[in-house]
């Protein structure tokens, strides 16, 4: 801890402070293109920190990182799109509010509220790290499955009080990312035609399955709303907006916890953290039916631990050189190029540079944080595109976005099948969030269940490889108790309507 | 005569451009080199240092942009490249040996070796024998013989299907008479993780990450035909009696798809080498800890031949029907 307050001062030379404002500004502009994610945004800046020394060039990736996952939200609030995978859980609330006017509000919340996340991970990499790494390594096969399971039990909470069009949903997900080689049997699988090749990536996916069908109902009510609202910078809403954090005291905790403990798991990252949490703060809730009509909380809770995964998807990649999250394993390309291994030599020898990179991530949290609020301020702006032009740009951004990923016209056009596809659905009323869930999670449990069968076969057999030891038990109980409250949830509310229905069937 | 004045000038200034055409020489523009996987991975990381003096007038002039197509372990690449890529020259492709040659056997795409025509070799990484630091088995004789007792017990992991980890462990299962279980990972730093934290018993992976974690690990051997200036101290499998060679070495470079111009070849055949062997290039790949290794057309178009001969005896039984 003191170490990383001594080196705060080398933060202070010019070229640092501006390479941290320009990370922050630029990370933000990264995150909120949706496509460019921030496991690309720091790829792509690798290669420039070459030419800077060391701590230069960590603090740029650090900070960019940092912002990437924040600058997500803008998207995802003002246009239903999010702009880093990280942002799926607060556009099912932050967007509601925007469409009620509340865009600025939301941004805020968002901010905030990743702000908060991101200086708790950062201290738990400053505090923790030692008992952490280790828990990191306890994560195999079996314990990543659990994981897994457990935040598939949330789609009942992304469903809207549709369970059963859900869990169809998340099956259609999980069938979508199937498609392809199989990465444990080499075998391809759906594959009928060679566009499907290489699979389904992730965002693509995302993009299709949450821009498209805006768009087509854009412009389906394009010729009802002649006049839109003109929105106006609000003033005076900063802190009572703020002020009622105080009432979200058990998200943010619970955040937090959710969020660094999804970070240190190497295989799971900031879009995990921040569905699972947002299910947590819905079932602690007392009014849940308002999550996913523009609930604030929802947005806290999503942005709160997809922040928190940041400094902690570090703690395993510093110490034992295993990323965290995708974008930490794309970081450590950056700290090798500077001839910077992970391990104790980063602590010893190279404290000088690791602490100041550590201190930068922290200052970059406030920095990324009074960016976003400025950010906020002039959102207005955006709401006040007219529909013909936001229609346009939103088809131009998805496909730039889906094509620069991979560099494949092939996932352009699956992105507007996939689109078309949920348009179709949301119409029959498939809520589109249980898909993307299976879409992410699917491989992770495929995988690891697959990987764990393998080894489990060699030693003590699946059921006990499965089903002992400390931490997959206690995923199991999580899953179990999230499962039942979820169903007992649905079940209540369920009653209560029908009761509601009969009185008013009754008093009519 | 106004008609025929125009009539001159459009076939002057077509002259000039005819001539401006023929005289420019390769290459007049950015060439792109398509990398098989994603951005920050090893291949990646190094075809960025290694492509970065090419905008010098000595190399190539004119700078190389990375464009990453990853995906089905390359496979999505290669058959871009062969089926819907530039053959004008300035598509270059990275290639990864022997995930390219191993998939064209197996899986039968688009692509075989001889799809390629080689430019220029920049890095070899050989494939090490890895256990954890806690393994009761301190050597490779100890680890044989374990697993002979225990035939498909021994759990051995490596960074995907048809990888060069996945080649040497095929081999060191023929080698030595032995029946191993592989896991394949997703990618080399997960199986690192699968290794240091005990969930398999031991694992084939990139001699230049296993060198810089010897406080978690322990490595038995190399699979290659000598020992490596990174680990002097760590024997060959050779040295140890197992007959492997270094058909699992993943060796990284540039090549073109065939029907490129002569032109083209001709004068990338001549800078690439030059370039990879560029100081500052080898100062960057020694910092990061990444082996290099130059070889020119010819000395790569052999390897190529003799990669694939050893993969189709060592791949018959797994090929696809």
């Not at chain 1, 080398?10 to 404002?21: A, D, E, I, T």
């Not at chain 1, 498209?212 to 106006?232: F, G, R, S, W």
């Not at chain 1, 943010?252 to 798991?265: L, R, S």
């Not at chain 1, 560099?407 to 949920?422: E, K, P, R, S, T």
Request: glycine share 10%.
């Amino acid at each position: 801890m003191l170490e990383t307050l001594q080196h705060m001062g080398n933060l202070l030379s010019l070229g640092n402070f501006l390479v941290l404002l320009l990370g922050s500004v630029g990370g933000i502009f990264f995150g909120a293109m949706p496509g460019l994610s921030p496991t690309m945004a720091v790829a792509l800046l690798v290669p420039f920190t070459f030419y800077m020394d060391a701590t230069t060039g960590l603090i740029l990736l650090g900070s960019v990182y940092t912002s990437a996952v924040a600058g997500g939200a803008i998207t995802a609030v003002l246009i239903n799109i999010p702009g880093a995978p990280a942002s799926i859980a607060t556009l099912l609330d932050g967007h509601p509010m925007a469409k009620k006017g509340e865009g600025q509000q939301a941004l805020y919340i968002a901010f905030v509220g990743s702000l908060i996340g991101g200086v708790c991970g950062v201290l738990a990499l400053i505090l923790l790290t030692p008992p952490l790494a280790a828990f990191a390594l306890s994560f195999g096969p079996s314990e990543l499955f659990w994981v897994s399971v457990f935040g598939i039990t949330v789609i009942a909470g992304l469903s809207d009080g549709r369970l059963i069009k859900g869990l169809f949903g998340g099956v259609l997900g999980m069938l979508i990312s199937c498609i392809g080689y199989s990465p444990m049997l080499g075998e391809p699988r759906f594959v009928f035609h060679d566009t499907l090749i290489s699979g389904i990536a992730m965002v693509p996916a995302l993009i299709g399955l949450f821009a498209i069908p805006q768009v087509l109902d854009l412009a389906a009510e394009v010729h009802l709303q002649v006049t839109k609202n003109k929105y106006m910078p609000k003033k005076g809403v900063f802190w009572p907006t703020v002020r009622k954090f105080r009432e979200w005291w058990k998200t943010v905790v619970i955040g937090n916890i959710v969020g660094i403990i999804i970070g240190i798991i190497p295989g799971a990252g900031g879009q995990v953290a921040g569905l699972i949490n947002y299910d947590q703060a819905r079932k602690m809730s007392k009014h849940p039916e308002t999550f996913g009509t523009g609930e604030p909380e929802g947005v806290v809770a999503s942005e709160v631990s997809n922040n928190a995964t940041v400094g902690a998807a570090l703690i395993p990649l510093l110490t034992l050189g295993v990323p965290g999250s995708p974008t930490a394993a794309v970081l450590l390309g950056g700290l090798l190029i500077h001839g910077l291994f992970p391990g104790p030599e980063l602590f010893g020898k190279h404290a000088d540079i690791t602490y100041t990179f550590i201190a930068g991530m922290l200052v970059a949290q406030f920095f990324m944080c009074g960016i976003g609020l400025l950010f906020a301020r002039y959102s207005h702006a955006i709401m006040n595109i007219p529909n013909l032009i936001m229609m346009a740009s939103v088809v131009i951004l998805a496909v730039i976005g889906t094509y620069c990923v991979q560099n494949n016209m092939d996932d352009v056009i699956v992105m507007f099948a996939l689109g078309l596809l949920m348009y179709l659905g949301a119409k029959a009323e498939f809520p589109s969030a249980p898909v993307v869930l299976g879409v992410i999670l699917g491989p992770i449990a495929e995988e690891s269940f697959l990987r764990g069968k393998m080894i489990a076969e060699t030693d003590v057999g699946v059921f006990s490889y499965f089903f002992t030891g400390g931490i997959n038990l206690l995923f199991i109980a999580l899953s179990v108790g999230s499962l039942a409250w979820g169903l007992y949830g649905e079940h209540s509310r369920h009653r209560k309507r029908q009761n509601a229905q009969a009185a008013s069937a009754a008093a009519a | 005569m106004k008609k025929a004045i125009l009539f001159c000038l459009v076939l002057l200034l077509g002259s000039v451009a005819g001539v401006a055409g023929a005289a420019d020489p390769y290459p007049s523009s950015p060439i792109s080199l398509i990398v098989a996987y994603t951005p920050g991975g090893a291949t990646d990381f190094q075809a960025r240092i290694v492509s970065m003096p090419a905008g010098e007038e000595r190399y190539f002039g004119q700078p190389i942009v990375i464009v990453n197509k990853p995906g089905a372990g390359g496979m999505t690449a290669w058959n871009w490249c062969v089926e819907k890529g530039g053959k004008d020259g300035y598509t270059l492709v990275s290639y990864n040996m022997p995930h390219l040659i191993a998939q064209s056997i197996v899986s039968k795409p688009s692509f075989t070796a001889d799809s390629f025509i080689p430019v220029a070799n920049w890095g070899a990484d050989p494939a090490v024998l890895i256990v954890p630091k806690k393994s009761p088995l301190k050597n490779v004789k100890e680890f044989v013989e374990y697993a002979k007792a225990n035939p498909g017990k021994v759990t051995i992991n490596g960074a995907g299907l048809y990888v060069g980890h996945h080649i040497a462990t095929l081999q060191l299962e023929k080698a030595a008479g032995i029946k191993l279980t592989y896991i394949p990972e997703k990618g080399g730093t997960d199986a690192f993780q699968a290794v240091y934290s005990n969930k398999v018993m031991a694992g084939f992976n990139n001699l230049a990450d296993a060198f810089r974690n010897t406080d978690n690990l322990n490595i038995l051997a190399i699979a290659d035909t000598k020992r490596h200036e990174f680990l002097p101290d760590v024997p060959t499998f050779q040295e140890l009696g197992y007959d492997i060679d270094d058909a699992s070495v993943n060796y990284r470079g540039y090549c073109f798809v065939k029907g490129v111009s002569q032109e083209a070849v001709d004068k990338a055949i001549k800078v690439a080498p030059a370039m990879f062997n560029d100081p500052m290039v080898v100062k960057k790949m020694k910092e990061s800890g990444s082996p290099l290794k130059v070889m020119n057309n010819v000395e790569t178009q052999k390897m190529f031949n003799s990669q694939k001969a050893k993969l189709e005896v060592l791949l018959k039984d797994l090929v696809k029907k």
